[in-house]
């Protein structure tokens, strides 16, 4: 059975860091890609990085370069999202998800986690 448990989030100020880590199980981690996903209450759910972990290609959306990392551990079978210069606006529920190893778009993701609440205070 496929699947991912997100964890790590929590409450920081402005500024701050957290690490989430979505543990995978009941497949290959290196050969899918994973993606993090964040919807904030009253909006849709956005796709915000993802690693292929088979070639280690990665992505994330304009709002968070620079300030996010995405990062393998295939022998834990654990992809994580270290979060360093948090905003307000990063506030939201992030999920991790899977998707092929080679994603054209967010829409191939799936196997969804239960997600982890971010809370960034200003």
């Known amino acids: 059975e496929v699947q991912l448990v997100e964890s790590g989030g929590g409450s920081v100020q402005a500024g701050g860091s957290l690490r989430l880590s979505c543990a995978a199980s009941?497949?290959?981690?290196?050969?899918?890609?994973i993606g993090w996903f964040r919807q904030a209450p009253g909006k849709e759910r956005e796709g915000v990085s993802c690693i292929s972990s088979s070639d280690g290609t990665t992505y994330y959306v304009d709002s968070v370069k620079g300030r996010f990392t995405i990062s393998s551990d295939n022998a834990k079978n654990t992809v994580y999202l270290q979060m360093n210069s948090l905003k307000p606006e990063d506030t939201a529920v992030y999920y991790c998800?899977?998707?092929?190893?080679?994603?054209?778009?967010?829409?191939?993701?799936?196997?969804w986690g239960q997600g982890t609440q971010v809370t960034v205070s200003s």
């Open positions: 009941g497949f290959r981690l290196d050969d899918h890609a």
């Open positions: 998800a899977a998707g092929p190893s080679a994603p054209r778009g967010w829409s191939d993701f799936g196997s």
